[in-house]
């Protein structure tokens, strides 16, 4: 019954790689994100889907794409590995309706790793 | 634009002793505050937020709309309130109506027994 849940939860792969990480939301909300927490512990959001469709996008590398199959899904691939791509990703997911916010729920994070 | 700033890295407190964690914001309407928590390997989970006004394991945090500040107390420290905190804001973006959470850097409190 886990509310937020993403695979793999650790993952270690060479430079140059492309890689995946899964994220499933049972909740019903209808926005799911991605978070990268790098190793201050610094948090910052990369995406974010509301129904399928993308509405928050920041700075981030084009190698970086994510892919929300349905709005309980939200994927991040990640073409052309770098070092600098080693961090914990967290997902979440909301209800957010125009006008409010609810809580986010955030998944248990995978710790990506690149050698 | 919307900001936050955690100004505190790493708060270190004794048991019993107050806490205030402190966080500011930018924004030009009206926000959303939350403080988030992150224990030692666990996940982020909410720990509270402004429009609630409710107190959670002990914890409070009064919006300041003069200061834009949403600080964030307990008087008594405990050991397990050791962990990473984060203020976070939610504003509208410009474009769809659509809110947008920003988080804080994050503050580690650290409660020495």
């Known amino acids: 019954d886990t509310a937020v849940s993403q695979t793999p939860k650790y993952l270690v792969t060479q430079m140059g790689n492309d890689k995946s990480i899964k994220c499933e939301q049972n909740l019903g909300h209808d926005t799911m994100y991605w978070y990268k927490q790098d190793s201050k512990k610094f948090l910052k959001i990369m995406f974010s889907y509301n129904n399928k469709e993308l509405i928050i996008n920041e700075t981030v590398p084009n190698r970086f794409s994510p892919k929300s199959p349905d709005k309980a899904h939200l994927n991040l691939h990640i073409n052309s590995l770098e070092l600098g791509d080693s961090a914990v990703y967290f997902c979440a997911s909301s209800q957010v309706e125009r006008g409010a916010t609810d809580t986010q729920y955030f998944g248990p994070g995978t710790r990506l790793t690149v050698l | 634009a919307q900001r936050v700033t955690q100004p505190e890295k790493l708060l270190s407190v004794f048991k019993g002793a107050p806490v205030e964690l402190k966080c500011n914001y930018s924004y030009s309407g009206s926000p959303e505050l939350f403080w988030y928590v992150q224990y030692s390997r666990q996940r982020l989970q909410l720990l509270l937020r402004?429009?609630s006004r409710e107190s959670i394991k002990g914890f409070t945090a009064d919006l300041n709309k003069g200061e834009t500040s949403f600080h964030l107390k307990k008087p008594f420290a405990q050991e397990e309130d050791s962990a990473m905190y984060y203020c976070a804001l939610s504003g509208r973006m410009d474009s769809g109506g659509y809110q947008k959470v920003t988080f804080g850097t994050g503050t580690k409190l650290q409660v020495i027994p």
């Open positions: 402004h429009i």
